[in-house]
């Protein structure tokens, strides 16, 4: 079955670390976002690309980055520079343009130890 | 960006009543998609729908584009209906704006 897999579920970072969530969609879309959830609140953009080799911003991009080298790919870093990266992050695909929705993966809860 | 305002934020029902979800937003958009978050996380789209009206079983939504809302009915509530419901606009078909959400109990 097509669908949004992503890796891992759980994740627990130090201090000054910098860790990788991973996603992965076979759903052929262009497009693939980043998005972070923090309790009770609604989701916010931290990425998107429409295209291999091509992401843009969203509206809470510090402390983050992203590489789309393969179309099914598109990996999150949190770095160090991210004070408070404690969230449950969820990674969407779409085919990029008006009349098609967004798929989201399971999510990956990130935590500071 | 685009201001999306849902109501009202929480909601608690007795097994079988019905429900009445809105989705207020501040500017003309192509999309619009309803989501449900169960309580492990998971985001299930419902509808999309950036004009005219829908259904799924005892799920409906109506879209009002030119007035800039959205609702979503949900008749005979079940407890597992419980959960967050989102509505999430965006202008275009590559950026979506998400509300904060109606967190909606249903209690046996």
């Known amino acids: 079955d097509g669908g949004i897999t992503q890796s891992p579920k759980y994740l627990f970072r130090k201090e000054g670390q910098n860790v990788t969530l991973s996603c992965e969609q076979n759903?052929?879309?262009?497009?693939m976002y980043w998005y972070r959830q923090d309790p009770g609140q609604g989701l916010r953009l931290i990425y998107y690309?429409?295209?291999?080799?091509?992401?843009q911003k969203g509206d809470i991009a510090e402390g983050y980055s992203v590489s789309r080298e393969k179309k099914e790919s598109f990996p999150l870093t949190v770095t160090s520079a991210q004070k408070n990266p404690t969230a449950f992050y969820l990674c969407?695909?779409?085919?990029?343009?008006?009349?098609?929705?967004?798929?989201f993966g399971d999510g990956t809860r990130l935590s500071i130890l | 960006g685009i201001q999306v305002e849902q109501s009202p934020p929480d909601l608690i029902l007795q097994e079988g009543a019905n429900s009445t979800l809105r989705c207020n937003f501040s500017?003309?958009?192509?999309?619009l998609q309803w989501f449900h978050q169960n309580p492990w996380g998971q985001l299930i789209n419902l509808f999309y729908?950036?004009?005219g009206t829908k259904q799924n079983g005892r799920l409906s939504a109506t879209t009002v584009a030119t007035e800039r809302y959205s609702l979503l009915y949900i008749s005979s509530s079940q407890t597992t209906d419980s959960g967050v419901y989102f509505c999430?606009?965006?202008?275009?078909?590559?950026?979506?704006?998400f509300g904060t959400g109606t967190s909606l109990t249903v209690i046996p």
């Open positions: 729908i950036p004009s």
């Open positions: 999430a606009v965006g202008p275009t078909g590559n950026q979506f704006y």
């Open positions: 690309s429409q295209i291999v080799n091509d992401f």
């Open positions: 969407a695909s779409s085919i990029p343009r008006d009349g098609q929705p967004q798929h």
């Open positions: 759903l052929n879309h262009d497009a």
């Open positions: 500017d003309s958009v192509n999309n």
